[in-house]
């Protein structure tokens, strides 16, 4: 069997949650370093023990315990947004590889529950802890919260976010220049006219900086979910 045949079957026993807790930017890519022999197959804690079986027996290799680095296998959650702190930085929506969270710019934003992997690549990114990852399955974890469906729908709206940020990038770069937006409005950055001539990175940064000021002076200053 060739590395490319083998990579595609790994990838397949994989649940594409997109967690990158093996180390890997996607499930795909932690496939291919097992199909090469660059990866062990006991780095994906949302296939648990069950996981690392199937792995082994497809691979020929002996079974090993999960690699605690990467995690343990846990109850899976979805991913859920608290309302009246989210300051729509859209940083969240940046972050999900599967496209579970939409909104706009300065809006309130959501989660489709049904596409969200529990990843939880959402988390660290929020600069105002509106996220949290309540179970959904309690008392199972591993192949018992997840099913190979899942697996396929995730896989499937992961593949399609990638063509569509390719297909984004694409158009971008094709795209003529144009003056840089002005500052959100309402949120006095004292930055907007050095934003407006640096990237979009840095207007963004500025946006969000502005509204976690905004958010914090609205819940009293301190900054703090009550």
């Known amino acids: 069997m060739s590395v490319a045949a083998l990579a595609e079957r790994i990838n397949a026993l994989l649940p594409q949650t997109q967690c990158t807790r093996c180390g890997e ?3 795909r890519r932690y496939a291919q370093a097992i199909a090469e022999g660059r990866a062990p197959i006991n780095r994906c804690p949302p296939g648990g023990d069950e996981g ?3 792995l082994a027996a497809l691979t020929g290799q002996s079974p090993l315990p999960l690699d605690p680095a990467c995690g343990v296998p846990a109850e ?16 969240c929506i940046q972050a ?3 496209d ?15 596409a969200c992997t529990g990843c939880e690549l959402c988390i660290p990114v929020c600069p105002v802890d509106c996220i949290d990852l309540p179970s959904v399955t309690p008392g199972r974890v591993g192949w018992q919260a997840w099913d190979a469906a899942l697996a396929a729908a995730a896989r499937g709206r ?4 990638l063509q569509r940020l390719a297909c984004e990038a694409q158009a971008a770069s094709t795209r003529p220049p144009v003056a840089a937006e002005p500052g959100p409005q309402g949120l006095d950055t004292g930055q907007d006219s050095e934003a407006r001539t640096q990237d979009p990175e840095a207007r963004k940064r500025a946006f969000v900086e502005a509204a976690i000021a905004k958010a914090r002076a609205r819940a009293g200053g301190g900054g703090q979910r009550p």
């Open 25 to 27: 930017p996607d499930c």
């Open 96 to 98: 999900c590889p599967v």
């Open 52 to 54: 690392v079986a199937a």
């Open 76 to 91: 899976r959650g979805v991913a859920r947004i608290v309302e009246e702190w989210c300051i729509g930085c859209t940083l």
């Open 158 to 161: 992961y593949e399609r976010r």
């Open 100 to 114: 579970a969270i939409v909104g706009a710019a300065r809006q309130m934003h959501s989660v489709i529950e049904d």
